[in-house]
């Protein structure tokens, strides 16, 4: 009942927040209003036993320790192209921790853009050949993992989710299908994590996506320009990255997965550096109901220029879920993270009003999560 209810309830604000913008009238023109959306909470437990108030290092959204927590609250409102309206139109609408997070090198001001993951204008073209165009902010194509913890395999990121890749980008995106088994895309871009510029520079990147049938697929990204605050950089430099994702379906139960980066990061005159990452997946699906994930991954950041110092991490994930009537998506995970120099959080020594942060190279935490689809 109480699920309903938080599903009625959301789905109303949703609602709301379309009837403000005149999505119905749109709507009567002949193209359809989607909504949907999550709640995503977890609670989480570090053998490290950071002190109170401070975030578990090495993760991307799951950083509260001992504590009951609101990941991420999101609305999903989607109006596809029709032959009456060609132009579509994308928002998606968010609030919690994961929002400030997304949102907490953005150089127009965290505050300004973190309710507004996506928002974004599609329009088709017509003939043999169909290009898709997008205008406005949306998620990054690159890597294995998404913002949404509902759509990935494991509830915590992945350190090439948090340290190799953007999160999002603002401005203009072209895709298209070659065949019926290959696809590609090109973009241009603020940059990485920026809704409003921070250099004089734009940025570049294409995808190549293949497809040879429903078991198999390949994807291919780069991406290439001048970054610094959207990216978290100390400096301004010239970042080249690649990102490569492979899945393969084995059989109707089990899914393997490989996601593999590399950026070089360099200005003339300017010290700079690289970073590299590989990650393994694998799913089985136990039951309708059911299933459990393994991941094992290495990422190695040689100047610190993505983790603060030059070390390299690795870590093991393994998580059981279990899904309530279709939309309750319940999760306990079990990770294991090592750093080549002390990085983790540890327990923090009181010095009279002072208080010494301890630092450890090895982190085991126990996370149970519930998302809420609707």
């Not at 359809?32 to 490290?48: E, H, M, P, R, V």
């Not at 999903?76 to 032959?83: G, L």
């Not at 395999?153 to 072209?174: C, E, M, N, V, W």
Request: hydrophobic share 35%; net charge neutral; proline share 3%.
């Amino acid at each position: 009942m109480l699920q309903a209810k938080c599903r009625g309830v959301l789905t109303m604000a949703a609602a709301c927040v379309v009837a403000i913008a005149g999505g119905p009238a749109r709507a009567e023109e002949g193209g359809k209003i989607s909504i949907s959306g999550i709640l995503d909470w977890y609670y989480q437990y570090s053998t490290n036993h950071p002190g109170t108030g401070l975030d578990i290092l090495g993760r991307s959204f799951d950083v509260k320790n001992n504590s009951f927590s609101l990941s991420l609250g999101e609305v999903n409102i989607v109006r596809a192209p029709s032959e009456t309206l060609p132009v579509g139109f994308t928002a998606t609408l968010t609030f919690g921790k994961t929002a400030d997070i997304v949102h907490g090198t953005e150089p127009g001001g965290a505050e300004t853009y973190k309710h507004i993951q996506q928002l974004y204008a599609t329009y088709t073209t017509t003939g043999k050949t169909p290009i898709t165009i997008d205008l406005g902010k949306w998620v990054t194509m690159h890597g294995m993992e998404v913002i949404e913890s509902s759509a990935n395999d494991q509830y915590s990121r992945s350190f090439l989710f948090t340290y190799a890749i953007p999160f999002y980008h603002t401005g203009l995106r072209l895709t298209a299908p070659l065949t019926d088994k290959i696809s590609a895309g090109l973009y241009l871009v603020n940059g990485w994590n920026n809704v409003e510029d921070d250099n004089g520079g734009k940025t570049y990147g294409a995808s190549v996506t293949f497809k040879p049938n429903d078991k198999i697929s390949l994807v291919a990204n780069y991406m290439g320009g001048d970054e610094s605050e959207g990216a978290g950089l100390p400096y301004n430099l010239n970042v080249q990255l690649l990102d490569f994702v492979g899945v393969v379906n084995l059989t109707p139960k089990l899914k393997l997965g490989v996601n593999v980066d590399y950026a070089s990061a360099r200005k003339s005159g300017v010290e700079g550096g690289n970073w590299n990452g590989r990650a393994f997946y694998a799913r089985y699906q136990l039951s309708e109901k059911s299933a459990v994930a393994l991941r094992y991954e290495q990422f190695e950041d040689s100047a610190g220029l993505r983790t603060g110092i030059a070390q390299n991490l690795s870590s093991i994930t393994g998580t059981y879920e279990y899904t309530i009537g279709g939309s309750l998506l319940n999760r306990l995970e079990l990770r294991y993270d090592k750093a080549g120099k002390p990085f983790f959080t540890s327990a923090s020594t009181d010095i009279g009003e002072d208080s010494l942060v301890g630092l450890n190279n090895k982190q085991f935490t126990i996370t149970y999560s519930q998302v809420l689809k609707f």
